[in-house]
Every structure is written in C-alpha cells, then in structure tokens.
C-alpha cells in the first residue's frame, strides 16, 4: 500500500537507515526483481494468496543471486477433507482470498527453478502457540477494559480472525510451513 511505503521511509529517514534500505510499492501479481542482485528474498503470509504462485517463484528466481536464499513462512493446504468447515470458516475472514497449495508443490516448484531445499518444516505448533500468547499477553494489557462501543468492533473481528484461524490449524485442514530453499543458478554474475 502507498500510504504505508511513505510512512516506512519516512521511518527510515527518521533512524537515519535510508540509505540501506529502499521501500517501494509492488504487485505480487506483476513484478520484476533485478537480476541476480539479491542474497536472499523473504515471505511470509503472501504466497498462499496468489493466484499464480509459478510467476512469482519465477520472478524471485531470477532476482537471486547464484547461492542466494529464499525463506517462506506461510499457509500450506493441510490433509483434512477440502469441504472442512473451519477452513471455509478461516477462508472467508481473510481479506485476500488464500488458494493454498501443500508444502509438496512449493518444494516441487522451487526445485524446478534450480533451488535446493535447506529448510521445510511443519511449524503450525509454534505458529498456534505464538497466536495463544499473543492474545494472552494482550488481554493482560490495562487498556483493554476502557475499550467499549465502537472502539471495541475492530478488536470483535480480530478475535475472529484468530478463533478460526485456531480452528482451522486444528482441524488440519490448514498447516503453518517454514520453508528456506538455496538457488543454485549460476547464470548471473556474482556480485
């Protein structure tokens, strides 16, 4: 988002590390990396949104440098039955429609475009425990009682966001993956 980009660099200016670090807006859909210029490229929460996930493994492939890596933290398809209801539940509280793969097709598709598979592990356990601390920790916060009325609403959709999050992860029908692949092409320059 725009306003978020200008608000992240004026950050940055502010901490004086602009100089390090550029922000820009992009299309997960439509983009482009410089070409064998990044050592590693990071996502999380992203690819499980995409409509086609083969162009944008593609494009991170050729914006890594030969021994560079790419992490994914993200929502894989789990082993319950498709028409599970906690997944519906989950699916319809997301703002961009989730078409989730199984961990299998991020690993087959990253090994097609020359990577080696470092790290995929199933951290739905951790992921879970994270959301359960996170409220925990929340609700011991002083301000919470003073919220009423409309100021409470966004805090009502939050919790169901992650109530049936919490129950989707159970059902099995969503899974957590940590995934760390090594490109291996060593078609662009070392830079």
């Not at 660099?9 to 299309?27: E, F, I, P, S």
């Not at 429609?97 to 592990?121: E, F, I, Q």
Request: with cysteine.
């Amino acid at each position: 988002h725009p306003d978020l980009v200008k608000a992240g660099a004026t950050c940055l200016r502010k901490h004086k590390a602009g100089l390090n670090v550029q922000l820009a807006a992009y299309d997960p859909e439509n983009f482009a990396l410089r070409a064998g210029f990044y050592d590693c490229v990071m996502v999380r929460e992203l690819v499980s949104t995409l409509s086609n996930k083969e162009a944008f493994f593609q494009a991170v492939s050729v914006g890594l440098k030969p021994f560079a890596q790419v992490v994914i933290a993200d929502f894989v398809r789990g082993n319950a039955p498709d028409s599970d209801a906690n997944l519906r539940g989950w699916m319809a509280m997301q703002e961009h429609k989730p078409l989730l793969w199984p961990s299998d097709n991020y690993v087959a598709s990253l090994t097609r475009l020359g990577c080696t598979m470092l790290v995929t592990m199933d951290k739905t356990d951790l992921y879970r425990s994270l959301l359960l601390r996170s409220w925990r920790n929340f609700l011991d916060h002083p301000e919470l009682p003073r919220l009423r009325g409309r100021r409470a609403l966004p805090l009502l959709g939050e919790v169901e966001r992650c109530i049936r999050t919490l129950a989707a992860l159970d059902s099995g029908a969503l899974r957590y993956f940590y995934i760390c692949a090594q490109s291996m092409r060593s078609t662009a320059p070392i830079r």
